[in-house]
T-cell receptor
């Protein structure tokens, strides 16, 4: 299957700092990538849809100024958590879509804000 | 009623058992059905992908879709301890606009 990577795999930061997470499709081009958030023992919650060359579409309740998404190329999307606070601590997972249906997920990034 | 319902379990079976995982859904427009496996602290891994109704088999895994009943299943034969994970069903309407809708996931434990 297609491979999606994420970097870093985990990050610990101080409250008030910004954190950037990269998502790359390694062996295919993805015009659409997605960012999810997952709390312990919960399912994935879609945060935003990222389309190459255009602004991301955010789900209701997700602050676009807090979670900055950039999809500058067909293989790279970034999520920046600005001025992170402890409540932003979570597991962030990206996915990339092939065609109109199939989504492949990255390994996830665990963020801990102290 | 939620769009996709999935029993969270946990489900515990002995090694070698046949496992049946299920999801029901309410949106008759769903056309694409997937099963993902997620190990603890990892991203979901696509296991099976089915379009419309019918069965699809891949090794020890069989996916079934019954659109008339709005019911999908994943069967795992000869289950192994390495199958212990959370299994998420996901489905989608056709076209590029619809997003994947996930079930809550069923946590499976296969005991040696």
């Amino acid at each position: 299957g297609a491979v999606v990577s994420q970097h870093p795999s985990w990050v610990i930061c101080k409250s008030g700092t910004s954190v950037k997470i990269e998502c790359r499709s390694l062996d295919f081009q993805a015009t659409t990538m997605f960012w999810y958030r997952q709390f312990p023992k919960q399912s994935l919650m879609l945060m935003a849809t990222s389309n190459e060359g255009s602004k991301a579409t955010y789900e209701q309740g997700v602050e676009k100024d807090k979670f900055l998404i950039n999809h500058a190329s067909l293989t790279l999307s970034t999520l920046t958590v600005t001025s992170a606070h402890p409540e932003d601590s979570s597991f962030y997972i990206c996915s990339a879509r092939i065609g109109e249906e199939t989504q492949y997920f990255g390994p996830g990034t665990r963020l801990l804000v102290l | 009623q939620k769009e996709v319902e999935q029993d969270p379990g946990p489900l515990s079976v002995p090694e070698g058992a046949i496992v049946s995982l299920n999801c029901t859904y309410s949106n008759s427009a769903f056309q694409y059905f997937m099963w993902y496996r997620q190990y603890s602290r990892k991203g979901p891994e696509l296991l099976m992908y089915t379009y419309s109704s019918g069965n699809k088999e891949d090794g020890r895994f069989t996916a079934q879709v019954d659109k008339s009943s709005k019911y999908i299943s994943l069967f795992i034969r000869d289950s192994q301890p390495s199958d212990s994970a959370t299994y998420l069903c996901a489905m989608k309407v056709g076209g590029s606009q619809g997003n994947l809708i996930f079930g809550k996931g069923t946590k499976l434990s296969v005991k040696p």
